[in-house]
Structure formats: structure tokens, C-alpha cells
């Protein structure tokens, strides 16, 4: 009975406990899973002995690693001697548990001092990672964190990274594995954020602080901490921010910073900061005010102006263009049901029609193509642009940089909307069936991959779509005003016999 409620006890402290407390177990598997282990193998007298011995050798001092319960057992007597007084040589020791976590990770940072004793280091690390029997806890991360720091000091970085690698991809495997307990692995996770931004800090190092690597290794240390809040990536301010070890190169000190978030969010925006699309999405805020309660909205609207006044040439020889099209679709179909035995005449005279009232039919095609890089470039300019959106509010968006979904169901409304108002109006019913199975296809495809897409982006997406209906009921309406009559397909004296003869044949 005793057995069960220690462990019960001990599974409480794991759960609910452990994660408010700061991190301090050195070894693997955690102290708690020692106990539990050991109590269920050998019982709660003997469990508990085991327990307190492993507690005591938890200390700054101590190189941790991976340590099992033994299979065997001991003397039964000398627990219940010692276990009183381990119990009150404790209680002391529990007061310096930060300073355990504070230890460990300064030792695990602290680089070797010279090259002899980094590589006696690296063989003792060599000897250890083989006893790891779970390639992606904590332990394994510890040793290869550790691996990575005296491979720098042997001059090999090449391998330092791929171990700093190592380290990130377990923290993530073991995060997917315990989806439901990811407050447990808070240790484990400053374990990853350190070696992210030590690879990072290698990376900038060795090509430079604007180099695409080093973007990239500053940009993952970002993903880690959403990766940690919800097992998934996405931008904004994360739901959970944690502290950030950083071995300071001039000070030659470990540091830790309280909010890895902050830190990684002022260097990589002093680095998007250089980039054209980051600079203008900063004058229109200047130009807007830099209120964060509606500022940054107006800006992307703004800019959804320009670039819609921009492409108004384009776009409007793009229209005309298609509304030709429209109109030419009867004589074409004659011309269709007129020469269906006669393909070569048929495009002849297709092509003819075009020149006489001057269409292209791939005039319409050219605004769309360039829309798509215009795209883009905004797009990654509300990301380089995401630091500052995440201050900034708008209506009833809290935060710009994060998705909101009532926004995205007006802009799915607006886009469905546009399609039945742009779409070529047809006669047949199965063409419109076609027509609206269609459009309700592209409504579902952009629902399912465009939903977690930053606010600030869907304001700019809506805004453009909105500015382009406005412009095409203006432009329609000067358009049908000034359209000029279409000609009819005139029947030479040649053709007539031919469909005569061909009625002649059906009857």
C-alpha cells in the first residue's frame, strides 16, 4: 500500500510539480524516473535508498549523463540505517536547485581550454554516447551539446554543427513523442535553444551576419520556441518563451538571457531590416503615423493602393482584352459549327476575326503572372516585417502578425464573390455547373492552405481583391459605354452550297 502511494506521489511531483520548479536533474533518466524505477524493482525501502543516492550525486560537480538502476541489490539493512539520514542531509540541498541548473549549463557552454583537454574531452564523450540507449532524450542532447562546443576547439566545425544538429532534431523528435507532456521537457528544451543559437553564432562566425545560413540557423531558433508551444511552426509572439544560455565570446562567460524570444527577434529584425520590401513597409507606417492601434493596418492597406494603381495598365488592358473575347465567343462558335471539317480554315479564320477587332488572347494572361511575384514579395515582407506587426493592432485584430480568422472568412467571402462577378457568363448549364464547382474548389484549396497565414497578409490579400472589384465594375461601365458594334461573319457565295448540301445530307 505504502509502494503504491510513493508512487503515486512521485507520478503527481512529475506531472504537476516538476514543471514550476527550475530544472535541475543532470542525469538520464530524472531523478523521479530513478525513483519510480527503482521502487517498482526492488520496493519502497530499497527503491528509496537508490533514489537518495542518486540524489546526492546530482550536484554542480558532477559530470551527469546516463545513469540506470542496477539490476542487482545490495544490502537491505544499510537502507534502512542510511535512508533517515539521507532524508535530512536533503533538505539543505534542495535550496540550491537553480544553482545545480545554472551550473550544468555553464559547464555544458564553457568551452575547453586548450586543445589536449579538448580532446581527452572528446574521447570521454565518445566513451559515454553508446551507453545512451534513447538516441533523442535528454542525456544523448547533453552529450552531443557538449560534443559540439569542444569540436569547435579542435577546429572541426563542420562536425560541431552536425552534433549542434543532432541535438535540435532529438528535442523535436522527443517533443512529437510526448505531445501531451511537453511542459516536462523545459529542461530539454534550453538544452535546444542553446545549441540552435551556438550554431548560429558559429554560422555568423565563419559567413557572415546577413548570410542566408546564418538567417536561416537564427530563424530555426524562433521556430524551436513555437515548436515547443504547440508542436507545430507559426509566427508571432510564442505562447511559452523560455531563458537562452549564450556563451559570450568577449566576456568568455556563459550568460542567460530571460527571453530567448526577445533576443532572437531584435537580431533577426536588425537583419530584415536591410531588405527593400522591410523599408517600405516601414515609411508607410512613418507615413501612417506608427500608432500601434491602427497604423500598421493602414499601411498594408495602403500599400494594396499603390500596387493596385501601379498595375492599372496592365490591368486594364487585360480587361479589355478578356471583355472581347466575350464578345467575339458567338461569332466563334459559328465559325466553329461552319468550318468542323476544315480545321485549317477554321484557325485562319479564327485568327482573322482576333485581328479585326484587335484582341489577344493571351493579353489577359500577362497582369495574372506578374501578380504572382508582386505576391511573394510582399508576403516575405510581412514576415521580415513580423517583429514590429506583432506590437500593432487593427480593429478587432489584437495582433497582426498572427492568424485571425474572422478576417480570413471575409476575405474567403470576397474572393467567392469576385469569381462569380469575373467569371465569362455562359449559356450552357453544364459549363456552369463547371463554372461554380470550380470556384468553390479554389475557395476549399485556399481555406486549407492559406489559413494560418499572418493577418497582416490576409488584410493586404483583402484589400487587393476589394480595390480590383471596384476597379473592374468602373472600368466595365466606361468599357460597354465605348465598345464598339462587332462585326457578323459574312457568308461568301462558296460557302453557301456547302451548307446547303450538308443539310441536304442530314435529312
Request: include cysteine; charged fraction near 25%; proline fraction near 6%.
Amino acid at each position: 500500500m505504502l509502494t503504491k502511494f510513493a508512487l503515486l506521489v512521485l507520478k503527481g511531483y512529475k506531472r504537476w510539480i516538476s514543471p514550476l520548479l527550475p530544472p535541475s536533474c543532470r542525469f538520464t533518466p530524472t531523478c523521479s524516473e530513478y525513483a519510480m524505477q527503482a521502487i517498482e524493482r526492488f520496493g519502497l525501502w530499497r527503491g528509496s535508498w537508490l533514489a537518495l543516492k542518486r540524489l546526492l550525486r546530482c550536484h554542480p560537480f558532477s559530470p551527469g549523463g546516463y545513469d540506470p538502476v542496477p539490476e542487482e541489490w545490495g544490502s537491505k539493512k544499510a537502507a534502512r540505517v542510511w535512508l533517515p539520514l539521507l532524508l535530512l542531509s536533503l533538505l539543505p540541498l534542495m535550496a540550491f536547485a537553480r544553482d545545480w541548473t545554472v551550473a550544468s549549463m555553464v559547464e555544458l557552454l564553457t568551452p575547453p581550454k586548450n586543445v589536449e583537454q579538448a580532446a581527452k574531452e572528446w574521447t570521454e564523450i565518445q566513451g559515454q554516447l553508446p551507453l545512451v540507449q534513447e538516441k533523442r532524450d535528454e542525456g544523448f542532447a547533453r552529450l552531443k551539446l557538449r560534443e559540439g562546443v569542444v569540436l569547435v576547439v579542435l577546429k572541426r566545425e563542420e562536425e560541431a554543427l552536425q552534433s549542434l544538429d543532432e541535438v535540435v532534431n532529438a528535442y523535436e523528435q522527443q517533443t512529437r513523442k510526448e505531445r501531451e507532456g511537453i511542459a516536462n521537457l523545459r529542461t530539454f528544451k534550453e538544452i535546444a535553444l542553446a545549441a540552435a543559437y551556438y550554431k548560429a553564432k558559429l554560422l555568423e562566425k565563419r559567413d557572415g551576419k546577413n548570410h542566408r545560413n546564418t538567417v536561416k540557423a537564427l530563424e530555426r531558433v524562433e521556430s524551436l520556441l513555437h515548436f515547443a508551444s504547440s508542436g507545430a511552426v507559426s509566427y508571432g509572439t510564442p505562447v511559452q518563451d523560455a531563458p537562452l544560455w549564450v556563451w559570450d565570446e568577449k566576456e568568455k562567460e556563459v550568460r542567460r538571457h530571460e527571453s530567448a524570444y526577445e533576443v532572437i527577434s531584435n537580431e533577426l529584425d536588425s537583419i530584415y531590416r536591410a531588405g527593400l520590401n522591410y523599408q517600405l513597409f516601414d515609411a508607410l507606417v512613418n507615413l501612417c503615423g506608427r500608432n500601434p492601434a491602427y497604423s500598421y493596418g493602414l499601411a498594408v492597406i495602403l500599400l494594396a493602393l499603390l500596387l493596385r494603381i501601379l498595375m492599372h495598365p496592365l490591368n486594364r488592358k487585360a480587361m479589355k482584352s478578356m471583355w472581347k473575347m466575350q464578345a467575339l465567343q458567338p461569332l466563334i462558335q459559328d465559325l466553329q459549327e461552319r468550318y468542323r471539317d476544315d480545321p485549317q480554315r477554321l484557325n485562319a479564320e479564327i485568327w482573322k476575326l482576333y485581328r479585326e477587332h484587335g484582341v489577344n488572347p493571351l493579353g489577359g494572361c500577362l497582369p495574372l503572372l506578374l501578380q504572382l511575384p508582386v505576391l511573394f514579395w510582399v508576403y516575405y515582407g510581412v514576415l521580415h516585417y513580423r517583429f514590429q506587426f506583432a506590437k500593432a493592432s487593427f480593429l478587432w485584430i489584437k495582433n497582426l502578425a498572427q492568424p485571425d480568422y474572422p478576417l480570413f472568412a471575409i476575405y474567403l467571402a470576397t474572393f467567392f464573390a469576385s469569381t462569380f462577378f469575373m467569371s465569362t457568363p455562359t449559356q450552357d448549364p453544364v459549363q456552369r455547373q463547371q463554372q461554380i464547382l470550380m470556384n468553390v474548389m479554389f475557395v476549399v484549396l485556399f481555406a486549407v492552405f492559406f489559413h494560418s497565414f499572418p493577418a497582416a497578409f490576409i488584410l493586404y490579400w483583402l484589400s487587393f481583391q476589394v480595390f480590383y472589384i471596384g476597379e473592374s465594375l468602373l472600368m466595365k461601365r466606361v468599357y460597354y459605354r465605348e465598345a464598339l458594334p462587332v462585326r457578323e461573319v459574312t457568308v461568301t457565295g462558296e460557302e453557301k452550297p456547302k451548307r446547303s448540301q450538308r443539310r441536304t445530307k442530314t435529312k
